[in-house]
């Protein structure tokens, strides 16, 4: 019998099925109600072939199910029945119903979410998180999916975790797999745009840090409507991103997304386990100290406006590559704003106010829409290890590309992160024999990014926010940045920490007090007073 054609029966002869409320790769969920207290239930019925042909695996199913069903709290959805239906031979699970919507429909529905409300949603999923580990139980595929904004009583919303006793099985099921995962079809699967590194390297030691790194990638996802991967369409170069590099800056994509939030989102990534947070509760109180409550009501569920998205907000201070050569030049860095402090250097070369790792960049597709990929755990890692020992083993040590030195800042974040870290006057050092003589390519940050630009009076496109620049060292540039009707004419010199000063920006129009032109970074395009919250503690 078809999983999603079952609407008129009655499962397990308890359960009749009212309406088909969807339907993905595992199955279908409808809504049905109790044959006996005529109770409203939503019923999720399995028919990936895995689960049909093998009865260890349905008992492990029932088990994980009837293990989360018995964590007490309100923020996991709750498991009330499991079995397999006699007529049909699948399995399936009772849950209580609710109304409203997950996180992927309200992203789809009204785009990237204001920071104080990602954080109460967050928040809330950390309450259960928080409960399911302490019972032993990790979830493995926390995804926009899986979290559901249940309406309550008098306009209240309740956060959700879905599908608990269901993720563990789908990956020991494809760990399981072994190499026959690659040929054989209908492996329950993962998702691999929100997989943790070691879920993506198909290791079977997996800890609770897994859903630490998997909401703090929906976060991401939340403040700025897209994951930090979306832009890789290849499956291998998308595990091996996951496994090895720092996810780009929240605030390369949403530059109004406060720093306080940006530093919980990138703490939560790190890509070592050990980095991140450590337990649910640790990133329950770094959220609960930017919040005045955790609750969520139905009017706060906006999205944020084009104004909100015109403004700026104070960048996060990324801590530079620890690749990184030192300058051979002393280049003093830009002014800092005079109303907004420096973060300060930390003794293990963080800082006071960010916590991310560094960041590796690559080119972006772009334009690609948000589609979930699905791979095996045990086929991630053969295509990890695959592609790494042929570039290992197989290929020999590249030399750095033309035009571009090795180690050095060429990104606008890479750029501001050097810039801000750099001490007032640099201990000059010894260069590499001819490195004076090498041409570079930096990247200068350009805003607003439709403006027009001219660089030594040629008409230069703006990529992404920035323009390329190549030259040798202490080659000098005129650039001119013209939007709006107003122009910035400014020198750039291209140095060791990239080029100098770092960003041209063209202050809009009818923004009190904001100059006509500017150069180096100055004080932040001031912003109307935010009404309450969040936004009044980043101030």
Known sequence: MDARNLVGTTIDGRYDVARLIGAGGMGAVYEAHHAGTGRRVAIKVISTGDFTKDAQLVGRFHREAKAAGAIDTQHICQVLDTGTDPTSGLPFMVMEYM???????????????????ALRVVAQVCMGLQKAHDAHVVH?????????????????????????GIAKVKMETASEAGDAGLTRTGTMLGSPLYMSPEQ????KAIDHRADIWSLGIVLYEMVCGRTPFHHIDALGELI?????????????????????????????????????????????????????STNVEEDMIIGVTEAEKSAVARRLTMPPPPNAIAPSVSVPPPAPSPSIPAPALTSEGGTTDGVAAPTVRRPEAGGRANVPLLVTGAAIGIVVAGIIAFQVIGQPTPAPETGVAANVPTTPAETAA??????????????????????RTVR????????????????????NGYIELTGKLGSNFKVKVTSGGQSVDQDIVISELGPQPPKVEVKRKGVPGAPATTGAPGPATAQ??????????FE
């Open 528 to 537: 109307p007073k935010p009404p309450s919250g969040i936004e009044q503690k």
């Open 200 to 203: 993506a390297r198909g290791s």
């Open 444 to 463: 200068l940050i350009i805003f607003p990014e439709d403006a027009a630009v001219e660089v030594d009076g040629k008409s230069a496109k703006v990529r």
């Open 140 to 164: 493995r595929d926390i995804k926009p999916a899986n979290i559901f904004l249940a309406k309550g009583d008098a306009g209240s919303v309740l956060i959700k975790v879905l599908d608990f």
């Open 99 to 117: 109304n409203g919507e997950d996180v992927q429909q309200l992203l789809r529905r009204v785009g990237p979410l204001p920071g104080e409300l």
């Open 418 to 439: 050097a810039t801000a870290t750099a001490p007032s006057a640099v201990t000059p050092s010894v260069s590499p024999a001819g490195s004076e003589k090498e041409e």
């Open 240 to 292: 091996i991103a996951i496994c090895s590099e720092a996810p780009r800056p929240v605030q390369d994509f949403a530059p109004w997304v406060a720093p306080e939030v940006a530093s919980i989102i990138h703490k939560a990534i790190r890509v070592d386990p050990a980095e991140r947070y450590q337990t649910a509760a640790e990133m329950l109180e770094a959220v609960r100290a930017l919040l005045p």
